[in-house]
């Protein structure tokens, strides 16, 4: 068909009636505008040829470069009309399956009063990650960093029965945490968008059913962002309860590690994997033997000094845990497990340190590198990994410097708090609950749930009256998808070395119009007329319209990454256009009446209605 045989229907310029009555059919607030066309000659999108210095990772780069984000300071950014795009579409898919799955949305402060966090101690157990404030009259408040407390409290007293349960809330809503370090753009940053739900039920029972609710709603919001994605057993954390599942988007940059099987569904992080150490030693206990070894104070030395093996070590570390010194043994070949060590000691993160070196030699009278758990200098908390009750003539420090002593045993040399485990896992473990071999992985965490219980209503004294008239604590779960991360991870799963490849659901736009030369007329007229008529349809269309040179418009195509592409060139005179997606990159020329069944079968390939 050529560029002057369009016809006019109902005021728009379309291909052909067939397809026009068909697809209007189809598709709802199909109006001319709406937000769903955009000249990218009135478009804010500050490109950027070079990568920012401060930028590290891939979806860092990109969204910076792509002039999607904007960073005002360290950990604090912008979204800048096209990356907004993407994230009002994740939030979207959030709303859609949330409400499918019962929840109801609100919208909280992100000041809280401090009054409320102290109810449940978490004021200080926070520590240095939350931002505090005070008004004009002194007193206290939060930026959010999360909304256990407030959502607790916002039932209390108005849910006052059983027969009002069960009831699940949530909100989309700026979350506020002061990282020590942030980094890697978007995944570690002092404000992100996140979605919080949070269940209240009356049992246990009940809370198990609102959990796996969740959690098959979020099986839906990460399989149609088009994430790939695990899910694991996760520490709970500050958060409490015991049990959470973390949503992991795989990826080579994330900070996330997790431990999975192939063999059966086991998969946790690394902070909550249970470690499998088999020790089989049933050698006679030798007389121990203090041996000089003179600026021996690592295990790889020690490892060469003693001709064994790091097994055959008992490890030694010192802490400051909540501002008491305490002493951690674990075999010499394994690393400590920093979160189970919290978690036992029932303290947060924030507050483990390593000891220094004064701390170090008041203790054991020694300098680091040579502590052990005999003759200690004073009473100090001794925490012993479970498996080093089963080591036989082990090699420790002798907390006298230069100085190791061998061959000595647990119970008939020393003594102390028995830990289960305390291991941090690692590759070639063996699974917990298979027997097999257990694979390490990365990924990006993007949403996580927890089955609280009552740690908020008990502390909040949020009641309701059971069917027997008895005043109980709602039990409690919490729900977290992280919706700016979800837009970075997509962006680490999507990309190559020219830009974005955003699948269909979430791009900023479905397609680009590229007028090659716009100051030819009948590229332009015909670029223009692809345009209205993909906007009468609904379909978001950007259209390249600016006196530009074609490689930096090709450029620009490719970095801010676009689906679906149209290029008119000089075959414009015959209708003819240039017929493209940025997944794959084939470029085949065809007739403008083409356009429209090429891109309801993009749509039909990622399951969207057109």
């Known amino acids: 068909m050529a560029a002057n045989e369009f016809t006019a229907y109902h005021g728009y310029s379309l291909f052909t009636k067939t397809v026009i009555d068909s697809a209007l059919k189809k598709v709802v607030n199909c109006k001319k505008g709406g937000g769903k066309t955009m000249r990218m000659s009135n478009l804010y999108m500050p490109t950027l040829r070079e990568t920012p210095a401060e930028a590290e990772i891939p979806s860092h780069k990109l969204l910076l470069r792509a002039g999607m984000i904007r960073q005002l300071v360290s950990g604090v950014y912008s979204y800048l009309p096209l990356g907004y795009r993407v994230i009002r579409k994740i939030e979207n898919i959030v709303r859609e399956e949330m409400d499918r799955a019962g929840a109801q949305e609100l919208l909280m402060s992100a000041i809280q009063p401090r009054e409320l966090w102290e109810q449940t101690g978490r004021w200080q157990d926070f520590g240095p990650e939350m931002f505090r404030l005070k008004d004009r009259h002194e007193r206290e408040f939060c930026l959010g960093p999360t909304h256990e407390e407030y959502f607790t409290n ?59 609710i969740m959690w098959k709603a979020y099986d839906q919001v990460f399989t149609r962002l088009k994430l790939k ?134 203790i054991t009278g020694g300098n680091k590198g040579f502590t052990g758990p005999m003759n200690l200098k004073r009473e100090v908390k001794l925490l012993i990994d479970s498996r080093i009750t089963m080591m036989k003539n082990m090699v420790i420090g002798a907390n006298e410097t230069d100085h190791h002593i061998k061959n000595v045993n647990y119970g008939r040399d020393f003594s102390g708090e028995v830990v289960e485990d305390l291991l941090l896992v690692r590759e070639g473990d063996t699974c917990p609950q298979c027997g097999e071999v257990l694979k390490m992985d990365k990924g990006i965490e993007v949403g996580n749930i927890f089955q609280l219980g009552t740690k908020y209503s008990a502390s909040l004294n949020a009641t309701f009256l059971d069917e027997n008239g008895k005043e109980r604590p709602f039990v409690m779960g919490c729900y977290g998808i992280g919706v700016s991360r979800s837009m970075m991870a997509i962006v680490e799963q999507y990309h190559d070395e020219n830009g974005i490849i955003w699948p269909l659901v979430v791009a900023p736009y479905h397609v680009i119009v590229t007028v090659v030369n716009v100051k030819n007329q009948e590229q332009l007229e015909l670029g223009e007329k692809i345009y209205e008529e993909l906007n009468a349809l609904g379909i978001e269309v950007l259209l390249d319209d600016r006196n530009e040179r074609a490689g930096v418009k090709f450029n620009d195509r490719d970095l801010i990454g676009i689906p679906i592409r149209i290029t008119v060139g000089k075959r414009a005179n015959e209708s003819i256009v240039e017929y493209s997606t940025r997944k794959d990159g084939e470029k085949k020329e065809i007739n403008v009446d083409e356009i429209i069944p090429l891109i309801k079968e993009e749509f039909q390939k990622e399951n969207i209605n057109f």
Not at 272 to 295: F, R, S, W
Not at 338 to 346: A, H, M, S, V
């Open 154 to 212: 916002i039932i209390k007293g108005e849910v006052k029965s059983y027969k009002q349960l069960p009831l699940n809330l949530y909100q989309i809503q700026t979350k506020y945490r002061d990282e020590k370090r942030p980094r890697f753009g978007l995944m570690r940053s002092r404000e992100f968008i996140m979605k919080d739900a949070y269940s209240f039920d009356i049992d246990e029972e009940g809370m198990k059913k609102s959990y796996d």
């Open 229 to 362: 994605y695990k899910v694991v057993l996760g520490d709970s954390g500050t958060m409490g309860g015991n049990v959470s599942h973390e949503f992991m988007a795989m990826s080579e940059v994330g900070e996330g590690v997790i431990a999975y099987c192939e063999h059966c569904d086991y998969a946790a992080t690394d902070e909550k994997a249970g470690v499998v150490y088999k020790i089989d030693d049933n050698q006679e206990e030798l007389p121990i033997e203090k041996v000089y070894t003179p600026g021996v104070t690592t295990i790889e030395a020690l490892k060469e000094f003693f001709n064994v093996e790091a097994s055959k070590f008992a490890k030694s570390l010192v802490y400051n845990a909540g501002g008491k010194p305490v002493i951690v043994v674990i075999p010499g070949d394994r690393e400590l497990n920093e979160t189970k060590l919290c978690n036992y000691l029932g303290i947060a993160e924030h507050e483990l340190e390593m000891a220094d070196e004064g701390l170090i030699i008041d």
